[in-house]
């Protein structure tokens, strides 16, 4: 059994910054890529960012320049460094991860989701 839990989340204006965690515990051999997703009411879930084992990064257009992912290996924990947060950026945040459980097993193990919200 393996548990991602987000934290980080709150209240932020528009233009500042927020920095949201997601820790993975459980019976954890080895994890692969890591991704955050974001959810705002009545949209659809997109993917924000994402990191692979190596430390190679993607993100979307709408928050290139602005946003940056990290991990930190040895606490099993992905970062978003949200910077110059706009209105738009308001949604609950969802972290997700290839998890390998064994040697032979991985799966895709999400988070419950920490909120942000960008008063402007």
């Known amino acids: 059994q393996v548990q991602l839990v987000e934290s980080g989340g709150g209240l932020v204006q528009a233009g500042g910054s927020l920095r949201l965690s997601c820790a993975a515990s459980g019976s954890i051999y080895s994890i692969n890529a890591m991704r955050w997703y974001r959810q705002a009411p009545g949209k659809q879930r997109e993917l924000v960012a994402a990191i692979t084992s190596g430390g190679s990064t993607n993100y979307i257009d709408a928050v290139k320049g602005r946003f940056t992912i990290t991990r930190d290996n040895a606490q099993n924990t992905v970062y978003l460094q949200m910077n110059s947060q706009k209105p738009e950026d308001a949604a609950i945040y969802f972290c997700?991860?290839?998890?390998?459980?064994?040697?032979?097993?991985?799966?895709?193990?999400w988070g419950q989701g920490t909120q942000v919200t960008v008063s402007s």
């Open positions: 997700d991860g290839d998890i390998r459980v064994s040697a032979n097993y991985e799966y895709d193990y």
